[in-house]
């Protein structure tokens, strides 16, 4: 059993920054691939950034690459996202989860969510 809770999202002007946090409860992060998601209204949620167990190996979307990075430190099991040059399409309630095998983008892939933190971007 892993319970995830986020934290960092706000209000940020267009072209700012955020860093989420994601922490985890339970024997099993530092075993687990971690992944990010985000769900705009109105929208499906759909798949950010993932992370293998070691933190070696990471995926992104198009949407972000080159302008977010995901980083974990398992000693602390903690998660983070963070999200450089940000765009009012990058509004959305932002989701960590665990468990996705292979560095997967299917939600359907991941056991575990946490309760969604909002990041709005204003322009």
């Known amino acids: 059993q892993v319970q995830l809770a986020e934290s960092g999202g706000g209000l940020v002007q267009s072209g700012g920054s955020l860093r989420l946090s994601c922490v985890a409860s339970?024997?099993?992060?530092?075993?687990?691939?971690m992944g990010w998601f985000r769900q705009a209204p109105g929208k499906e949620r759909e798949f950010v950034a993932a992370i293998s167990w070691t933190g070696s190996r990471t995926r992104y979307a198009d949407s972000v690459k080159g302008r977010f990075t995901t980083s974990r430190v398992n000693a602390e099991n903690t998660l983070y996202l963070q999200m450089n040059s940000l765009k009012p399409e990058d509004t959305a309630v932002y989701y960590c989860?665990?468990?996705?095998?292979?560095?997967?983008?299917?939600?359907?892939?991941?056991?575990?969510w946490g309760q969604g933190t909002q990041v709005t971007v204003s322009s």
């Open positions: 989860a665990a468990g996705g095998g292979s560095l997967s983008t299917l939600l359907t892939n991941y056991n575990y």
């Open positions: 339970g024997r099993s992060f530092s075993a687990s691939v």
